[in-house]
C-alpha cells in the first residue's frame, strides 16, 4: 500500500513538473474532482515547449508501462488531438541495458542447465535493449549464430504494479468523468493490459514470427528469420541473426543504389498482403523493428505485437477503402451499416454527409499531400461518434498503416499509396465475389467435400423409398402412396437423375482439388450436376 502511494506521489510530480495540469482541465469532470486536480495536480504548462512533446516527455520518464500506453492512446483519435497523436507516435521505448551477468542468469535460470550447455559462445554486450527486453548475439553449439532475446528481469512484477495502477486511475475517471461512459477508460486500460503481457511471453512472440514465416516463407519481398524453439521459453526467445541495415539509415541505403521508389512500395504491398491475404499482420512496424539486406529486401524482427483480421474485418475494410478511392461516401455508409458496426437506427443519409464533410477537404489536397492513413482514422473518428464501438482489431491496423505511410514517404516522399493499394484491393475484392471466388471456395471445401458427397446416392436412395413407402420407415399416408405408385416412373426417372447429378459433382470436385485452376470443362461439369440433383430434388418434393 505504502509503495502504491509513493508511485502515485511520484506520477503526481511528473504531471506537474512538465505542465500536464492542462490536459486534466480539458476533462468535463465533476465539481470535487475539478477541485482535488487544481490542488494535486496544478497546471503550470511551459508554453515554450508543445503541450504533446511535454506529455511524451513525461511518459518517458515514468517507464515501460506509461510509453507502451501512450503508443497505444496515440492510435485513438477519439481521445487525443492531431497534435498531441502525433508526438505519442515518437514515443521511444529505449532503457539502459541490465548487466550481460544479469541477461546469463535469466538464461541459465530459464533452460534450468548452465549457459555452456546451449551456447557455444554468448556475448555479454547486449545489441539491443528496450523496456521489456533486451538481445544478445550467441553461437549455439553446432555453429549456428543466433540472438537471444531475454526477457528484463523484474519486468512482469513493474508493469502489474502499474497497471493496477491504471486500473485505479481509470475506474476513478468513470466515476468523476461526465464522458467516461462513452470512451470507456477501463476497457482502454483492459485491452491494453492484454497486449502488453502478449509482449512478455516470449512463447508466444515465437509462435508469431514462426506463423509469418511460413506465409512469406517463398517471397522476395520480405524475410522472416527462424525461430528455434528447441530454445526457447516463456522468458529467452531463440532466432536466427539476420543482417540488415536499419530502415531509418536512408543516405546508406541510397548509397547502396537501393531504388527507394520500389522500395516503399514493396513496404506498402507487404501491409496489405498480411492485412488482406493473411489476416494476420505485424502490428509494431517503427523503424527499429525494420531491416534492409544489400539487395534491397525487407527483414522483419521483433513479433510480439501481431494483429488479425477475420473475412468480415477484410471485407469492411476492403469495401471503405475502394469506396474511399472513387470518393463514393454512400458506399462508406452501407459498408458500415451492413457489417452491423453502426446502429440500423442511423440514417444512411446523416453518415454519408459526416463522411463526406470529413473526407472531401482531404480529397482537396494533392495525391502527394493525403495521407491513407490518416484518412482512415478520420473514418473511425466519425463511425464512433454514430456510435461504432472500438474495434481493437482495426485500431491496431489503422496504427500500422500509419506506421507503414510514415515509413514509405520517409523512403520516397512521393509515394502514392493508393496507387499501390488499389489495384490489390480491386484484385482481392474480384477473388471473393464472382467465378474466382466459387471457385477458390470449391477447393478449399472439396476436401471435405469428398467425403460427405459419395453418401449422397444411398442417402437419397433412402429418403425416395420412403417416400414410395417401402420398408417400415415410411412417413406417408395410404393415400400418398397411392398417388405415389401412380407417379413411380417418374420418380424413379428423377432418382436416376439425382445420382447422375451427384456423380458429375464429385468429377468437378475433383477437379476442384486438382493443381491449378478449375478448367472451364469442369465448371460445366458441376454446374450440370448441380442443375440435375436440383432439379431432381425438387420435382420430388412437388410431387
Known sequence: MLRGLGRIRRILSVINRHGLGEFLDGLDLKPAARLALKVLAPSRADSSVDRGERLRRALEELGPVFVKFGQVLSTRPDLLADDVSRELIALQDQVPPFPGAEARRVVEDSFGEPIGARFAAFSDTPMASASVAQVHEATLLDGTDVVVKILRPGIVDIIDRDLELLYTMARTLEKVWKDAHRLKPVEIVRD???????????????????????????????YVPEVYFDHTTRDVMVMEKIDGISIREVDQLRALGIDMKKLAHEGVEIFFTQAFRDGFFHADMHPGNILVSRDGQYRAIDFGIMGTLADAD???????????FNRDYRAVADAHLRAGWVPAHIRAEDFESAIRTVCEPIFAKPISEISFGKLVMRLFQTARRFEMPVQTQLVLLQKTLLQIEGLGRQLYPDL????????????????????????????????????????MPRVAHT?????????????????????????????????????????????????????????????????????????????????
Do not use: C
Not at 477484410?314 to 474511399?324: C, D, I, Q, T, V
Open 192 to 222: 491494453y493490459d492484454r497486449t502488453i503481457h502478449d509482449e512478455l511471453d516470449m512463447q508466444r512472440e515465437a509462435g508469431n514470427a514462426s506463423q509469418m514465416r511460413a506465409n512469406f516463407i517463398d517471397s522476395d519481398l520480405i
Open 314 to 324: 477484410k471485407r469492411y475494410l476492403a469495401e471503405n477503402f475502394l469506396a474511399f
Open 416 to 455: 502514392d499509396l493508393w496507387d499501390t493499394a488499389k489495384p490489390y484491393l480491386e484484385r482481392w475484392m474480384n477473388e471473393q465475389i464472382g467465378p474466382r471466388a466459387a471457385v477458390n471456395t470449391l477447393k478449399k471445401e472439396a476436401p471435405r467435400w469428398a467425403t460427405i458427397i459419395p453418401e
Open 463 to 543: 429418403f425416395l423409398s420412403r417416400v414410395d413407402g417401402d420398408g417400415p420407415d415410411a412417413f406417408v399416408s395410404r393415400g400418398d402412396l397411392d398417388r405415389a405408385t401412380s407417379a413411380g416412373a417418374a420418380r424413379s426417372r428423377y432418382q436416376v437423375q439425382a445420382i447422375v447429378g451427384v456423380g458429375l459433382i464429385i468429377a468437378a470436385s475433383v477437379l476442384a482439388a486438382a493443381p491449378g485452376a478449375l478448367s472451364v470443362t469442369g465448371w460445366i461439369v458441376g454446374i450440370t450436376g448441380v442443375f440435375l440433383s436440383g432439379h431432381a430434388l425438387y420435382r420430388t418434393f412437388r410431387n
